[in-house]
């Protein structure tokens, strides 16, 4: 955070984040309306500076315009890659969303997950992103402690014939808070596509891509190690994808060895 004073004398000044998972849930919420509004350039930035500041029109247009102008250089960051990955939408209408970076998430849900996303990024279609906030937000378990959260988990297991009981309640939740869902989707989405390079190499980490080689990547990790393929479905996102990195590392030190 980064605090910027505008008037000495009566102490009026305003907090910046720096980063987007410095953002609170209100700024990510109106931030992912703003990605989606049409503003570019200086425009964009204007704009999310204000939402940043905390400040309604009137009292931003009271800090001078001078400091407005510097104080965008500490929002460019908006224009940049979305580094989103704090879980900011824990819950909402009763229904609890996956945890920050995926740790909670498993990989039957992010196949899914993946699916929505990637109709939604071709198709552009409202549908497809109900799709997926209905996959990833559920349900609290019945009679669960949800403060201590034992299982590390508070929603229902993932089951796909839920999905559209699932869906016509999200569709009816504010736009806004559905694209913030997908800002924070798309934040931990390349959070993973930059952790795990060996699995998802640069020229291969578009949506398209990811999209067609999880059914494979399942397949391939499921034996006497991981269990069976529903096994491997069942395993949290981050474990599936630390083995297979182990075993794309064993196999090239074992490529090393053998003779020419």
């Not at 004398?9 to 919420?29: A, C, D, T, Y």
Request: charged fraction near 25%.
């Amino acid at each position: 955070m980064i605090e910027l004073i505008y008037h000495r004398k009566s102490g009026r000044h305003f907090i910046l984040p720096q980063e987007w998972n410095e953002v609170s849930g209100r700024q990510m919420v109106r931030m992912a309306g703003l990605r989606h509004s049409g503003l570019t350039g200086n425009d964009q930035l204007a704009r999310g500076l204000q939402i940043l500041s905390n400040k309604n029109l009137l009292r931003f247009c009271f800090i001078p315009m001078d400091l407005r102008v510097r104080a965008m250089e500490h929002v460019k960051w908006i224009l940049e890659e979305n580094t989103l990955t704090q879980q900011l939408i824990p819950k909402y209408k009763g229904f609890y969303g996956p945890d920050g970076h995926f740790d909670n998430l498993r990989m039957n849900e992010f196949n899914h997950a993946e699916m929505a996303y990637h109709l939604l990024v071709q198709e552009k279609d409202i549908t497809h992103l109900d799709q997926l906030v209905a996959i990833l937000y559920r349900q609290g378990k019945t009679g669960y402690d949800h403060e201590r959260n034992p299982d590390g988990d508070n929603r229902i297991p993932f089951n796909f014939g839920d999905i559209s009981w699932h869906k016509k309640r999200v569709a009816q939740w504010p736009l806004s808070v559905k694209q913030a869902i997908m800002l924070w989707y798309d934040g931990c989405r390349l959070f993973m596509l930059n952790n795990y390079p060996l699995i998802f190499p640069k020229k291969e980490s578009g949506p398209a891509n990811l999209n067609e080689g999880l059914f494979a990547l399942m397949h391939s990790v499921a034996g006497d190690k991981y269990g069976t393929f529903e096994d491997v479905e069942n395993s949290f996102v981050h474990k599936i994808m630390m083995a297979l990195t182990i075993m794309i590392e064993e196999s090239k030190e074992l490529e090393k060895r053998m003779p020419v």
